[in-house]
C-alpha cells in the first residue's frame, strides 16, 4: 500500500525512507490485508506479533526505567501494546502459544535506540486503522470479536503519532543523534521481517 511522501529534510523522512523495504516485505508476509484470511491465520498472524513486541518492549521498559524523562515526554505507559496482543487472541479463543521467547532482538541502551524502535511499533499504528477495517468486513471474520492491537489508540491515533513525531524531531535537534535513530529503526525492522518471513514459512520460532 503506497505510503505519504514525507517532508523534506529530517529524520522521520529519513526513517521512513530506510525501512520503506522492510515495511513493504513484512506486510506482504503477515498477509492481513488478504481477502481469504481466515481466524487461523489470523491467529498465527497476532500470536507472531505477541512476542514479537513482548520482547521489544522488555528493552523499551529497560531504557524506560534507566530514562524516566524521556519515556514520560514519550507517554511510554501508554504505549505498550504487549497486553492487547494477548487479549486479541484470547477474544479469538487461542493463547500466545509457542512463541512466547520471541525474536532476538537487541537492547535499547539509550534514547536514540528507543526512538528507532518506537519508531517501527508506532508507525504500525497507521496501518493498522486500514486493517481494522479490512478484518471488519471479512466475510470469515464478521461477528468475531472487535480486535484492539492493530489500532489501539482509535481516535487518538493520529494525536499519538503527532506527538511521537515532535518528540522525536526535538530529540535530534538537541542531544540526539539522527544517525542512530534511523540505524535502530532499520535494525529493529530487520529483525521483524525475518521473524514474520520464518514464521510464515512454519519454520520452528
Ligand atoms: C507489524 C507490522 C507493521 C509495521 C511494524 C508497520 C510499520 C509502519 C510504519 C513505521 C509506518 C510509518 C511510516 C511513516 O510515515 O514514516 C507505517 C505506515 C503505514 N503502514 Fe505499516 N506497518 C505494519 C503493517 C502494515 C500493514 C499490514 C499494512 C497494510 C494495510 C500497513 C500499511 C501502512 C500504511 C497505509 C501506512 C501509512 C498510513 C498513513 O500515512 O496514514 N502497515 N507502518
Redesign the pocket.
Known amino acids: 500500500?503506497p505510503?505519504?511522501a514525507?517532508g523534506a529534510g529530517d529524520v522521520?523522512r529519513d526513517?521512513?525512507t530506510a525501512?520503506a523495504v522492510e515495511?513493504e516485505q513484512?506486510?506482504t508476509t503477515?498477509g492481513?490485508?488478504d481477502p481469504r484470511l481466515d481466524r487461523d491465520r489470523l491467529v498465527d498472524v497476532l500470536g507472531l506479533?505477541h512476542a514479537f513486541w513482548r520482547t521489544a518492549e522488555a528493552g523499551l521498559d529497560a531504557w524506560a526505567a534507566a530514562h524516566p524523562a524521556d519515556a514520560a515526554a514519550l507517554d511510554w505507559d501508554r504505549r505498550r501494546r504487549t497486553g492487547l496482543y494477548a487479549a486479541d487472541l484470547a477474544a479469538l479463543g487461542a493463547a500466545p502459544g509457542d512463541r512466547d521467547a520471541g525474536p532476538d532482538l537487541p537492547g535499547v541502551p539509550d534514547t536514540d535506540a528507543a526512538l528507532g524502535r518506537l519508531?517501527?511499533?508506532e508507525?504500525?499504528t497507521?496501518?493498522g486503522t486500514?486493517?481494522d477495517r479490512h478484518l471488519a468486513a471479512l466475510p470469515g471474520l464478521a461477528g468475531g470479536p472487535r480486535l484492539r492491537a492493530f489500532s489501539p489508540y482509535g481516535a487518538d491515533t493520529g494525536a499519538m503519532w503527532a506527538a511521537f513525531r515532535r518528540v522525536t524531531r526535538a530529540h535530534v535537534d538537541g542531544p540526539g543523534d539522527a544517525g542512530r535513530v534511523v540505524a535502530a529503526a532499520c535494525g529493529t525492522f530487520a529483525v521483524?521481517a525475518g521473524w514474520c518471513s520464518r514464521a510464515a514459512q512454519g519454520a520452528p520460532a
Open positions: 500500500m505510503r505519504d514525507g522521520l526513517l521512513r525501512t515495511h513484512v506486510e503477515l492481513l490485508m506479533l519508531y517501527v511499533m508507525g504500525s497507521l496501518g486500514f486493517i521483524l
